[in-house]
């Protein structure tokens, strides 16, 4: 298995929550609670406004985990490398609109017999506040049908 990208490879991405992003995320997910979508009593919550949703804060390592693939293609992977998912997701802080995200992701081990990489993964705010942790497996498909 020739998997492209080597133990401590990293990838980052930023991104900047909007009014608008809270407002899509309950759209394609149906999550409306009021916590997400309504001002007005997100304000009387202990969190005093609006946070985001756990999958839109999760969301942007999608990024993160595209560029490990892409970086792996480019560098002639066998197979294609497909998220399998994340493990030991947790969320530690709220975001809020407002908030600045960065997303990291480290590759921390590679098993050939499997196809797999396993990687950490966390989205921090602008303070540096880690708000998720999480675990990603990138599964190398074999490239034959």
């Not at 900047?16 to 407002?23: A, F, G, N």
């Not at 001002?39 to 804060?57: D, E, N, S, W």
């Not at 892409?70 to 197979?79: S, W």
């Amino acid at each position: 298995m020739i998997f492209g990208i080597a133990v401590g490879a990293t990838a980052f991405a930023t991104k900047q929550v909007t009014e608008r992003d809270l407002l899509l995320t309950a759209e394609i997910t149906g999550d409306n609670d009021p916590l997400h979508v309504d001002a007005a009593y997100a304000a009387t919550t202990p969190f005093g406004q609006r946070i985001a949703h756990g999958a839109l804060v999760l969301g942007v390592l999608s990024a993160t985990a595209s560029e490990i693939a892409h970086r792996a293609i480019a560098a002639g992977c066998t197979g294609l490398p497909v998220s399998l998912g994340y493990d030991n997701v947790r969320f530690l802080a709220p975001v809020f609109i407002g908030d600045r995200l960065e997303a990291r992701y480290r590759v921390e081990a590679l098993d050939a017999a499997k196809g797999r990489s396993i990687a950490a993964c966390e989205v921090l705010n602008q303070s540096g506040t880690t708000c998720l942790v999480a675990r990603h497996i990138l599964k190398w498909v074999p490239a034959e049908r």
